[in-house]
């Protein structure tokens, strides 16, 4: 069926080093990935998306790869700051369809 | 910028009380949705909308109901409050069909049933 996953429920970095977020999923027919921040309180945000049809995409610090050989999607995020503390959740979608993951716990030691 | 907007974000209500959970969406979007999300259990899908006065059942539809009466706006009903509903609410909508799709949320309603 259609599941997607995390493989950590938390991690701790330093600040100033970079985090590596990881996701698995199970289903090959998917199109599109979203990666969500959701600090404390507050609701998801959007972060940055991939299509199925590529392998990696930059935005401002952060770094989104996919390798659909092995289904599994990663979230990196360079010279990670007290603000990045947050849950990190990604998602699937198709069609009207979205799937998500249970999330990361970042810490961000000081 | 794009915006969902949940208009209660904290809420206490005593068991058997009939609760109203409104959001308001900017974007136009078709597709409009409501969560619930609790600790370990991640986003569970209550109802969701893909138009006017259409609605569907998610993963969770037990004990709630939804209204779609305009295009913008999604309201989730608590019929009769139980302390179990006791949750995080998150609205979201997105355009719909074809891929590449981003959902969008609102900022949640904390509500809680005593």
């Known amino acids: 069926g259609e599941s997607v996953g995390l493989h950590l429920p938390t991690l701790s970095v330093q600040e100033g080093d970079n985090s590596i977020i990881n996701c698995a999923y199970s289903?090959?027919?998917?199109?599109?990935f979203i990666w969500y921040k959701q600090e404390s309180g507050k609701g998801p945000q959007f972060i940055i998306d991939?299509?199925?049809?590529?392998d990696k995409r930059q935005g401002q610090r952060v770094t989104v790869l996919l390798n659909k050989t092995v289904k599994h999607l990663s979230l990196q995020i360079a010279a990670t700051q007290p603000g990045d503390s947050a849950v990190y959740f990604c998602?699937?979608?198709?069609?009207?369809?979205?799937?998500f993951g249970t999330g990361t716990s970042l810490t961000v030691i000081p | 910028d794009v915006k969902v907007t949940q208009s209660s974000r904290y809420l206490v209500k005593r068991t058997g009380e009939k609760v109203f959970l409104e959001c308001v969406q900017d974007?136009?979007?078709?597709?409009m949705f409501w969560y619930r999300q609790d600790p370990g259990l991640g986003l569970r899908l209550i109802y969701f909308s893909y138009d006017v006065k259409m609605k569907e059942k998610g993963d969770i539809p037990e004990g709630y109901s939804v209204s779609r009466e305009k295009k913008e706006r999604f309201s989730l009903i608590l019929e009769s409050a139980s302390t179990n509903q006791t949750s995080m609410y998150l609205c979201?909508?997105?355009?719909?069909?074809?891929?590449?799709?981003?959902?969008?949320f609102g900022e949640g309603s904390w509500l809680t049933v005593v």
């Open positions: 974007m136009d979007h078709e597709n």
């Open positions: 998602a699937r979608n198709t069609g009207n369809q979205f799937y």
């Open positions: 289903n090959s027919a998917s199109d599109y």
């Open positions: 991939i299509r199925s049809n590529m």
């Open positions: 979201a909508s997105s355009f719909t069909g074809g891929s590449g799709n981003t959902i969008y």
